[in-house]
C-alpha cells in the first residue's frame, strides 16, 4: 500500500470495498451500482518523461471523475531499441499500492530494473484506494476519508484496465498479446485477481507485498471496516459473495495455468531498512505476510504451483529506501514472467 502512514495510522491496512450489482440485501452504506460499467477512454495529453518513457493522459468512462482533475494516467515505458525496428513485444503491467500513482516510482529508476529486457511496461492509475475493482456502490455520504469525493455511477477500475488501458496498448504499441502483470501491496491484490478474474489475459502475475486475503485483513483489524469506504465490495456480511469473487485467496484455483511470483517480508529489519521504516512500516509487513502466507496455502491446497521469496524486511514505501525490496522482486519476476510470455516457461 505503499506509505500507509495517512491511511494505516486510521487504517492500519486498507479499507477493503468493492463492485458489484444490487442484490435482495444491500449495504445500508453503500448505494449500489445500477449497471454495468460502460468502457470507452479518450487520449487528453502524451508528455514524454525521458526517451523511453512517456506519460500519457485521458478521460475514461469507467473511472469518470474519481480522481481530482477528472483524468486518469498511464505511464508506459518502451524497450531499449523499440523505436529502430518492427519487432513487436510482450507487456507487463505494474499495478501501484494505496495512496500512490503511475507516477511514484522514479521512471529512471524503472527503466533501470527493467534494463535491457525485451518488454513494455505499463504502469496505470489505480486510485488511492481503488483496490483494483469495479466498486460495489457509491457512499451514501458521497464520499470517504481516504478516496474523497465518490461519484455515482462509483468507479470501475477494473474495467479501466482491462477494458480500456489494455484495449489502448495493443492498439496503440507493438505487442505479442502477451501480458504480465505484477503488483506492490494493494496492487498485489489487483495483479493476482485480476488473472484469476480474466483467464487467459496474463500468461505470469506476481504480488509483491499484496493483500492477497481481503478476508483475512478484515477479520485481523475489524475497525478497517468501520474507517474505510464500505462500498468498494459491499457490505462484508450481506455481500460476501462479491467479497470472495474479487479475494486471491478464495480464487486460488482459478489461477492453475499462471506462472505466479509471491514475495513478502516479515516486517523485521532487513538489507534495505533503517530504523525509521522499521517504526513506519514494520507491522504492515508482518500482517502482509500473514495473509501472504493464507493465500499460498490455498494454492498449495488446489495443486497451484507458486514461486515464492520471503525475506526479511518491512513493507515497501515508495519515498524510503526499502522501496528497493520490490525493486528487488521485479527483478528477480522478470525472467520468469518473460518465460511465461514467450511460452519458455
Known amino acids: 500500500m505503499r506509505r500507509w502512514s495517512a491511511v494505516v495510522a486510521p487504517v492500519l491496512l486498507f479499507g477493503l470495498l468493492g463492485a458489484g450489482q444490487a442484490t435482495a440485501q444491500d449495504s445500508p452504506q453503500c448505494l449500489p451500482r445500477t449497471s454495468d460499467p460502460v468502457a470507452q ?9 525521458s526517451s523511453r518513457t512517456t506519460l500519457y493522459t485521458f478521460r475514461s468512462a469507467a473511472v469518470g471523475g474519481i480522481l481530482p482533475d477528472g483524468l486518469v494516467r498511464v505511464r508506459v515505458t518502451l524497450p531499449i531499441g523499440y523505436g529502430n525496428g518492427t519487432a513487436a513485444y510482450p507487456v507487463l503491467v505494474h499495478l501501484h499500492g494505496a495512496n500512490n500513482s503511475p507516477i511514484t516510482w522514479p521512471a529512471a529508476e524503472v527503466e533501470q530494473v527493467v534494463g535491457n529486457t525485451p518488454v513494455i511496461v505499463v504502469q496505470p492509475d489505480g486510485g488511492p484506494v481503488g483496490f483494483y475493482t469495479d466498486w460495489y456502490g457509491t457512499p451514501r455520504s458521497g464520499s470517504d476519508a481516504v478516496n474523497g469525493p465518490i461519484p ?3 468507479p ?3 474495467t479501466f484496465h482491462i477494458r480500456e488501458v489494455l484495449p489502448w496498448v495493443d492498439a496503440t504499441f507493438r505487442t505479442t498479446g502477451h501480458r504480465a502483470v ?12 485480476y488473472a484469476a478474474r480474466n483467464p487467459g489475459v496474463f500468461d505470469a502475475a506476481a504480488s509483491l507485498s499484496g493483500a492477497l486475503n481481503i478476508n483475512g485483513l478484515s477479520s485481523t483489524v475489524p475497525m478497517l471496516l468501520d474507517i474505510v469506504d ?13 467479497w470472495d469473487a474479487h479475494n486471491p ?5 482459478r489461477l492453475r495455468g499462471t506462472s505466479l ?3 513478502a517480508g516479515d516486517g523485521l529489519p532487513g538489507v534495505h531498512d533503517d530504523v525509521s521504516t522499521v517504526v513506519r512500516s514494520g507491522a504492515q509487513e508482518m500482517l502482509i505476510r500473514q495473509v501472504t502466507d493464507d493465500f499460498v496455502a490455498a494454492l498449495n491446497r488446489n495443486g497451484v504451483p507458486v514461486t515464492t521469496e520471503f525475506h526479511h524486511g518491512t513493507h515497501p514505501g515508495p519515498n524510503d529506501r526499502n522501496r528497493f525490496y520490490d525493486y528487488d522482486a521485479l527483478t528477480a519476476y522478470l ?3 518473460m518465460r511465461a510470455m514467450e511460452g519458455t516457461a
Open 41 to 49: 477512454l479518450v487520449p487528453v495529453s502524451a508528455a514524454p518523461v
Open 152 to 154: 455515482f455511477p462509483p
Open 156 to 158: 470501475a477500475w477494473e
Open 182 to 193: 505484477a503488483g506492490s501491496s494493494m496492487g498485489g491484490f489487483g495483479a493476482m485477481s
Open 230 to 242: 464500505p462500498c468498494i465490495w459491499g457490505d462484508p456480511t450481506m455481500q460476501a459473495a462479491n
Open 249 to 253: 485467496t478464495a480464487l486460488a484455483d
Open 261 to 263: 511470483y509471491v514475495t
Open 335 to 337: 525472467p520468469q514472467a
